[in-house]
């Protein structure tokens, strides 16, 4: 039998912070709109699998691509913009069945904002035509420039 020693690491200085991230959140906007209210939010239909992944500072713009998860219409604009506050994902009981994983977060004041005239200059968007993939994998960082434009949007 063989053991495994882990790889030592150097702590890191506690003069360094993470670089500031900033996140894409694919979400109804039933969801969001709940989200927005209660100060939090949810990624893969409550799972926990990316949830830890940001960080407190970093920033997250919402994608609603339809109004419910279910038979919803579309409605494809991006509808939140928050600050990541939560070092880490707590869960709650919704119904027996469903406790869903959450990270706490600060909306900010925005007006949603309409997707299709952004998807030619957004490089995260590989391909115009089928703009829509990117957000499929629901919570995924973006460039911080991409964050830049639809906030500035948002904001207006």
């Known amino acids: 039998m063989t053991s495994h020693t882990p790889p030592k690491t150097r702590p890191r200085p506690a003069t ?4 500031q991230r900033f996140w894409i959140n694919t979400v109804s906007l039933d969801h969001v709109e709940a989200a927005t209210k209660g100060g939090f939010t949810q990624a893969d239909h409550g ?49 027996e069945n469903f406790r869903p994983w959450r990270l706490a977060a600060t909306f900010h004041p925005c ?8 998807v030619d200059r957004l490089s995260f968007i590989p391909d115009a035509a089928h703009w ?6 629901g919570l995924f960082t973006i460039p911080r420039e991409d964050f830049s434009m639809i906030c500035a949007r948002m904001r207006r």
């Open 47 to 95: 799972a926990r699998t990316r949830l830890g992944r940001p960080r407190p500072g970093d920033e997250m713009i919402f994608y609603s691509p339809r109004t419910s998860l279910q038979n919803g219409t579309p409605v494809r604009q991006f509808t939140a913009w928050a600050t990541i506050t939560g070092d880490e994902p707590y869960r709650v009981d919704i119904t």
């Open 132 to 137: 829509g993939l990117p957000f499929r994998r």
């Open 16 to 19: 360094d912070k993470p670089e």
């Open 111 to 118: 007006t949603p904002v309409d997707a299709r005239p952004l």
